[in-house]
C-alpha cells in the first residue's frame, strides 16, 4: 500500500540552485495539491491540478512551477532557490475535484534553502 | 479576508476529555476538515462537518454552528497516541481549502 509518495524526504540547497520535488499517488485521484506548511502558519496552497493536462495556481505559487503529465505524477520545481522557501512541502491528492473531498497527504519534504 | 482561528496550544489528562474550539471567516462555505497530524508526520483525515450539528466517530465527535461561523473537535477517553496537532481547514465557495496553523495538543500522564 503506497498512497502517495514524495522524494526526497529531506534535502539541504544551496541558493540559487534548481530542485524539483517528486509526487506519485497510485490511487487514481484526479486532483493533486502542492503546500508548503511552516511554524505557526496554516498549510498554504502553492500549486494544484484537477486532472491531468491542467495545473492551477494557489495562494503562494511564485519561485514555483509544477507540471502534470498523467495522473500518478505532479513534481514541484523551484527554479532557483531562495532562504525564504525552506520548508516542509506535503503533496496531496483527492478524488474529487472542485468539490468537498478527504485529502490523502504525502509523508512530506524537508527543504532547507542556505 | 479569509480567517481560521484556534488556538495555539492545549494541555490534558490522558483518560479526560478535550474541546479544541475552531472560528472561521471565509468568503462562502462549503464545509468545515479536522485532520491529525503527529510531528513529523503527514496531516490524516478525522471529520468532515457541512451541516449543523455534532458527527460522532468513536472517541471524536467534530461539531459545526455555520451561523456562528464555530466549529469544535472533541476528544474524549485521552490516549497518549492523542498528541498531536489538530488543524481546522474551510472549503470557501471556490472549493479552495482555507487552513487554521493548528492547535498542539500535548497529553500529560
Known amino acids: 500500500i503506497a498512497g502517495i509518495t514524495q522524494a526526497p524526504t529531506s534535502q539541504i540547497l544551496a541558493a540559487g540552485r534548481r530542485m524539483t520535488l517528486r509526487c506519485t499517488q497510485d490511487?487514481?485521484?484526479?486532483?493533486m495539491y502542492w503546500y508548503r506548511q511552516d511554524l505557526g502558519l496554516g498549510l498554504r496552497l502553492i500549486h494544484y491540478?484537477?486532472?491531468?493536462?491542467?495545473?492551477g495556481k494557489g495562494e503562494v505559487p511564485d519561485g514555483y512551477s509544477v507540471s502534470r503529465a498523467n495522473t500518478d505524477d505532479f513534481p514541484l520545481t523551484l527554479a532557483s532557490a531562495v532562504p525564504s522557501q525552506t520548508s516542509v512541502y506535503f503533496c496531496a491528492s483527492s478524488d474529487r475535484a472542485g468539490e468537498a473531498g478527504e485529502l490523502f497527504f504525502g509523508e512530506g519534504s524537508r527543504l532547507t534553502v542556505l | 479576508g479569509q480567517n481560521i482561528d484556534q488556538p495555539t496550544e492545549m494541555t490534558a489528562t490522558e483518560g479526560a476529555i478535550v474541546q479544541i474550539n475552531c472560528t472561521y471567516q471565509t468568503s462562502g462555505f462549503n464545509g468545515l476538515f479536522w485532520y491529525q497530524q503527529h510531528a513529523g508526520e503527514a496531516p490524516t483525515f478525522l471529520s468532515y462537518n457541512v451541516l449543523d450539528g455534532l458527527e460522532e466517530k468513536g472517541r471524536f465527535s467534530s461539531f459545526l454552528s455555520r451561523s456562528k461561523g464555530y466549529s469544535y473537535l472533541l476528544l474524549k477517553e485521552l490516549q497518549m497516541k492523542d498528541s498531536a496537532s489538530y488543524l481546522c481547514a474551510v472549503m470557501d465557495s471556490n472549493y479552495q481549502l482555507i487552513w487554521g496553523a493548528g492547535t498542539k495538543l500535548i497529553i500529560k500522564p
Open positions: 491540478s484537477n486532472t491531468a493536462g491542467t495545473t
Open positions: 490511487m487514481r485521484h484526479n486532483a
